[in-house]
């Protein structure tokens, strides 16, 4: 008579053993209806415990689905609080053209109240307002460097 071999542990480090032992019990369960209700019945036996090993794998593939959903919702909310990037074409367009617009007024008003200086400082107000939205959109800009732009190095190695 050959021993039954004992299912191996799923880790070892675990100490999770792959036995199931209520699926275990299912199991004897049916074997003995089996060997009580005879061959006849057998079919049906084998059926139901298989109906019920796959309500247990169904169980467990669900609890996995849901906590990868879940975990994809997180990432999605975290990653949706994130900053956008604000050098959009539209955004420096739009910027550009409210910006002409008012310089408009803004001259007028500067000139007709103190001339040629009240016609400077207007100026100097749209063209530093402006300025300040260019570093702010590209901090590199006045350096000489471009967002972008490769480096002059040609490897992270060199200093």
Known sequence: MQRAVPLPTVDPMTGMDARDPELKKELNATLQARRELGEEYESA??????EKVDQRIDGA???????????????????????KPTDSFGERF?????????????????GGVAHL????????GI?????????????????????????????????
Not at 117 to 124: D, E, Y
């Open 61 to 83: 593939v669900d609890r996995r689905l849901r906590r990868q959903l879940a975990e994809q919702q997180m990432v999605t909310a975290r990653g949706a609080r994130s900053p």
């Open 45 to 50: 036996l084998v059926d139901s415990f298989l």
């Open 117 to 124: 200086p009240g016609l400077l400082v207007s100026w100097v």
């Open 127 to 159: 063209v530093g307002v402006n300025a300040f939205q260019a570093l702010r959109v590209n901090p590199d800009l006045f350096r000489g460097g471009r967002r972008g732009k490769p480096s002059s190095r040609t490897s992270d190695w060199e200093g």
């Open 94 to 110: 739009g910027f550009g053209i409210v910006s002409l617009v008012l310089a408009i007024p803004l001259s007028a008003i500067g």
